[in-house]
């Protein structure tokens, strides 16, 4: 399941995924099992890579990924025909919140960083080592917010309503806790 954190979205544009993934969506409503299999491949990914920061361990964070396909197969009746990685990233949240998550525990990220040479490696280590460190200071809800921002690929205004909370409000959010990343990494 790990290797999915140094797998992304295909390079396409955003558009095109998120017509690709409404579409396969609708056809998961309409029962194509197929097609869940084609999200699933498609959105993975940024969900585990989410949910890994969200609950801080691996194996854990697999689970709730299983989850969250297993809760949106059968809650696909309830998909309103747009919107798919956002109403899969709300079912995540959920999944994540009922297993119980360890807050301040953050997965270190340095199996996400390659360099090319053993001495490039060892500073994107301790780079990512730091960052970590960091990350695990800030309180949950700006942890959570910089890493939907980072890794989800929803708009603002998504990550706003799946956080339930203003898109202003998101804004100072982020711009405060990635401010004190910046002043803690000493960039």
Do not use: C
């Amino acid at each position: 399941m790990t290797s999915l954190l140094v797998q992304g979205r295909r390079g396409s544009s955003a558009m095109t995924d998120t017509v690709l993934e409404d579409k396969l969506m609708q056809r998961v409503s309409a029962g194509s099992r197929g097609a869940m299999d084609r999200l699933y491949a498609e959105l993975a990914a940024p969900l585990y890579n989410y949910l890994l920061r969200v609950v801080g361990d691996p194996e854990r964070a697999g689970d709730a990924l299983q989850t969250t396909f297993m809760n949106a197969w059968q809650g696909r009746s309830s998909f309103r025909g747009t919107g798919a990685r956002p109403w899969l990233f709300v079912i995540a949240r959920n999944a994540a919140f009922r297993l119980g998550r360890d807050e301040g525990v953050v997965e270190p990220v340095a199996s996400l960083v390659t360099a090319a040479s053993p001495a490039e490696e060892h500073q994107a280590a301790e780079l990512a080592d730091r960052l970590d460190a960091a990350l695990a200071r800030l309180p949950a809800d700006t942890r959570e917010a910089i890493v939907l921002s980072r890794v989800s690929g929803l708009s603002l205004d998504e990550i706003a309503e799946l956080l339930q909370t203003s898109n202003g409000a998101l804004r100072v959010r982020l711009s405060r806790g990635l401010n004190r990343l910046k002043e803690e990494l000493e960039l």
